[in-house]
């Protein structure tokens, strides 16, 4: 047997296989997954301007958003979400955001503010 292929099966002894650690695996996994979708993408604000910028943000990922002069809600739940104006537009001004049921953290890289 090669020694190379030893030495390879001989380093699973050394992880820890139980229920707890691969539960704790995939929720460290879902966590970065989770922060790599909520990162900060400069061009998005850049394009969008801040106010639809966030209302794309939060409609895409389960929240609501409303803006002024508008009855209704924006959200994918009301199937709506190509209301939202895919460059920046004047008037566009958030009136309210429903964030509730939402996984939203403070996490990573953002911007610089200005």
């Known amino acids: 047997m090669p020694v190379d292929f030893h030495a390879y099966h001989t ?3 050394y992880l820890d ?7 704790r695996v995939k929720e460290y996994n879902r966590f970065q997954v989770m922060q790599y979708d909520q990162r900060f993408i400069p061009e998005r604000l850049l394009y969008l301007g801040a106010d639809i910028a966030a209302a794309h943000f ?5 929240g609501a ?3 002024i002069g508008q009855d209704s809600w924006i959200s994918r739940k009301n199937k709506n979400v190509s209301q939202l104006p895919t460059l920046k537009r004047p008037g566009y001004y958030l009136e309210g ?5 939402m ?6 890289e953002h911007g610089p503010i200005r």
Do not use: C, P, T, W
């Open 97 to 101: 955001i429903d964030a509730s049921g």
């Open 65 to 67: 958003v409303k803006f």
């Open 103 to 108: 996984e939203l953290m403070f996490e990573g």
């Open 58 to 62: 939060l409609a895409y990922r389960g």
């Open 11 to 13: 380093q699973f002894r």
């Open 17 to 23: 296989h139980s229920f707890d650690n691969v539960r």
